[in-house]
């Protein structure tokens, strides 16, 4: 099993980027699906869950500017970020679990960047 990130990148404040989660050896359809992210000298954090049915959930740091998705013809989950602020800075990590805030396997993770 393998969840590959990428996506992440520079940009200024405002701006916006979209990460992506491809899995192989998984079904991502048949997981919960999440992404984390961890700031430098902090603890990980949920940032948003997508469940089997397609329910979302968001951690209120990012309500109204995240969404998560997912492409099942491509076995991809997304994390589409928009107005982006300087303390959205931190590794985002995607994850694919059994149940909720439970990981089985992560990503490698995927830097993303915000100046002001």
């Known amino acids: 099993v393998q969840l590959q990130a990428s996506g992440g990148g520079s940009v200024q404040a405002g701006g916006s980027l979209r990460l992506s989660c491809v899995g192989s050896?998984?079904?991502?359809?048949?997981?919960?699906m999440e992404w984390y992210r961890q700031a430098p000298g902090l603890q990980r954090e949920l940032v948003a869950i997508?469940?089997?049915?397609?329910?979302?959930h968001y951690a209120d740091f990012v309500k109204g500017r995240f969404a998560i998705s997912r492409d099942d013809a491509k076995n991809t989950v997304y994390l589409q970020m928009s107005n982006l602020m300087p303390e959205d800075t931190a590794v985002y990590y995607c994850?694919?679990?059994?149940?909720?805030?439970?990981?089985?396997?992560w990503g490698q993770g995927t830097l993303v960047t915000v100046s002001s």
């Open positions: 050896g998984i079904t991502l359809s048949a997981r919960v």
């Open positions: 997508l469940s089997i049915t397609g329910g979302t």
């Open positions: 994850s694919a679990a059994e149940t909720m805030r439970s990981p089985t396997y």
